[in-house]
């Protein structure tokens, strides 16, 4: 009889082994799945610019094209828009590009780089902040006016409102998500604003 117990014994352990073992796979099953949806929420849409395992350099992601792809791969991803890069190419042939931004100069510089766009722009200009005075102050570097001044930006509230206060022009191309301290509820309403769905729709617009 004791020999017939331990051999229940260890049956019902090995089945409480194999059961944490499943409920583990399926945890890890649910991560994976919430990973790959996540990534697919912010890339969709956007073309890889590097090749990751079966997805060549140039492919449009989408969830089943992400959803192939292990977890570690995603995280290889790299992308770009290929119509934002003919943009740019069309538009730096007319005009002069600069970054405006408030990040770490080097920090920017790095992802410019990555992105591979850096050839389009003139240089990278970091702003302690994103008032009125701060984008007089760029203009004036520039030894440009206001009115030849036109800013692209995701933000209604650093990158419009205070250059519209200053006589310039702005045009708005809005970003899927948008920060808390970013988001304006009135309705920008001004002569000098443009509001934009995609940026290639700027080689019409100019």
């Known amino acids: ?74 995280f290889k991803i790299t992308v770009g828009n290929v ?39 003139h240089h990278i200009e970091v702003m302690s902040d994103k008032q009125p005075e701060n984008y007089q102050k760029l203009i004036t570097h520039l030894d440009i006016t206001p009115s030849q001044f036109l800013m692209v930006g995701n933000s209604l509230k650093s990158d419009v409102l205070p250059v519209l206060e200053i006589g310039s022009y702005a045009i708005h191309i809005p970003f899927h998500t948008t920060w808390e301290h970013e988001k304006v509820e009135e309705e920008v309403m001004h002569y000098n604003f443009k509001e934009l769905k995609l940026a290639s729709e700027l080689i019409d617009l100019l």
């Open 83 to 121: 119509n934002d890069e003919a943009t740019l190419a069309q538009l730096s042939k007319k005009y002069l590009l600069v970054m405006a931004t408030k990040g770490d100069l080097l920090d920017q510089e790095r992802k410019l780089i990555k992105s591979g766009l850096e050839k389009y722009f």
């Open 1 to 74: 009889h004791g020999i017939e117990k331990d051999e229940r014994s260890i049956t019902i352990e090995r089945a409480e082994i194999e059961e944490v073992q499943q409920d583990k796979i399926v945890e890890e099953e649910i991560l994976e799945r919430s990973i790959k949806q996540r990534a697919s929420q912010f890339l969709s849409g956007s073309s890889l610019t590097k090749k990751v395992k079966d997805l060549s350099e140039g492919t449009k992601l989408d969830f089943e094209a992400i959803d192939k792809l292990s977890v570690n791969d995603v």
